[in-house]
C-alpha cells in the first residue's frame, strides 16, 4: 500500500504544478496582451492610463487600467489577485525537486561519468546554485546596468550561458536542464514576491505617496518584457525532461542559450502583433534557424549513428545475445516486474525488460534513451560503457533489418 500512496503522491503533485502553472501562465500572457493592446488605445476613463477591448466567451469585456486606488474600488477583499497561481506554482516546483530529484539524486540529477561526489553534496550544489543565481539575477537589475537595456539582456544571456556551462560539469544532463528550468522558473515567479507585491501593498495602503515614479515604473516595465522573454523557455525545460535527445546530448548545456533566443524572440513577435498590428517575419527566420541548430546539437556528439550493411547481414543471434547481456546487467535492475532498485517501486514508464520478446518491443526506445543519448541509465549508475551502447545501436538496426524482411 505505501508504494501505491508514494506514486500518487508525487502524480497529484505533478498534476498540481502543471495546472497552477497553466493558470499562471495564462494570467502572464493575457494581461502582457492586454498591455500592448493598451498602447492602441486611448484610455477615455478619468484617471486611467490605459484601456483595452476583447471579445470572448460570448461577451465584449472592456479593460482599463489604473496605477493608484481610486474611490470607487470594491473592498480589497473583493480584488481578484493573480497571485495565487504563482505561489501554488513555486511551492509544488520546489516539492517536485525535493521528491524527485533530490530523494533519488543518485538516478536524476547526478552522473557518474560527468563528476563524481556523495548524493548530499549534489543535493546543496544545487540548492545553494539556485539561490545564488537569483541573487545574481536581481544584483544585474539593480545595479548601474538597469539603464541600459540592451546591456543588461547581453550581461543575463552570457550568465546564464556560463551557468549552464557550470551546471553541466557537475550534474548529469537531465540535472542540468532540471536545474536550469528551476532557475529560470524561479526568475520569472521570484519577481512578483520580491519587487510587484511590495509595491502593490504600499499602492492599496498609501493611494498616492503609494504610487511608482516614472523612474521605478519603467523599471517594472523592462523586468516585465524580460521575465516574458524567458516563459517559453521555462515551458520547454518541464516538458524536456520527458524529451531526452533534448537533455542527454554531449553538448546538451549549449541547447539551453539558444531556447533562451527561440523563446525571447517568439514572444517578442506577439508583443509587436498585439502592440502594432504588425507581423513580423525575422523572428520566425530566428527561430527556424536555432531549432535547426539545436537538432544539430543534440545529435552532436552521439556514440552511434545508425549504421547498415554488413554490421546487419546474416544472423542477428550474436548481437541479441551481446545486447540482452547488457541490458540485463545495467537495466533490468530497475526494469523489471519486481525492480530490486531502492527506491524503485514500478518499473518506470512501465518498460519492462526481463525476456528477449521484452527488449525488442522496446528496442526503438531503447535506442533512443540508450544509443542517441545517454538519458539510460540514469546518472548512468549503473556504469554501461560506450561500447555497449554502440553495441545496443548495432543490436536495434540489426533486428530493425531482419523485421523489414519478415514484410
Known sequence: MEVFFWEWSTYAVRWIHAIAGIVWLGFFFHTRELDRAMARHSATQPNAVGEAWSIRGFGIYRTVKYLSKQDDMPSEKLLVWYKWPNIVTIATGFLLLALIYYS??????????????????????????????????????????????????????????????????????????????????????????INILPSLNKLLKYPVDGQP???????????????????????????????????SGKYSWSIIPLLIVIGAVIRHYFDTFHETGKRLVWPWAVTVSLALSVIFLSALGTVLVRQSGHK???????FNLSAETILLSRCSMCHARNPD?????????????????????????????????SAMPPGNITGITDEERALLGQWVVANANKEKLLF
Open 104 to 193: 533519488q539524486a543518485e538516478l536524476y540529477l547526478m552522473d557518474i561519468n560527468v563528476f563524481v561526489m556523495p548524493a548530499w553534496q549534489a543535493i546543496i550544489l544545487s540548492i545553494c546554485g539556485i539561490l545564488l543565481a537569483l541573487s545574481i539575477h536581481e544584483a544585474i537589475y539593480r545595479s548601474s546596468l538597469k539603464q541600459n537595456e540592451k546591456a543588461i539582456l547581453i550581461v543575463n544571456f552570457i550568465f546564464l550561458t556560463g551557468l549552464s556551462f557550470f551546471y553541466s560539469n557537475f550534474f548529469s544532463g537531465r540535472g542540468t536542464f532540471m536545474q536550469m528550468g528551476a532557475t529560470l522558473g524561479l526568475y520569472v515567479t521570484s519577481y512578483f514576491f
Open 213 to 247: 515614479s516614472p523612474e521605478k515604473l519603467q523599471w517594472f516595465l523592462m523586468r516585465g518584457r524580460h521575465n516574458n522573454y524567458l516563459v517559453l523557455t521555462v515551458v520547454f525545460m518541464m516538458l524536456a525532461m520527458h524529451f531526452p535527445l533534448a537533455h
Open 312 to 318: 546487419t547481414a546474416g544472423s542477428t543471434q550474436p
Open 341 to 373: 532498485w531502492v527506491g524503485i517501486h514500478l518499473p518506470p514508464k512501465g518498460v519492462v525488460l526481463e525476456t528477449s520478446d521484452d527488449m525488442k518491443y522496446w528496442a526503438s526506445e531503447i535506442e533512443k534513451v540508450a544509443v542517441l543519448s
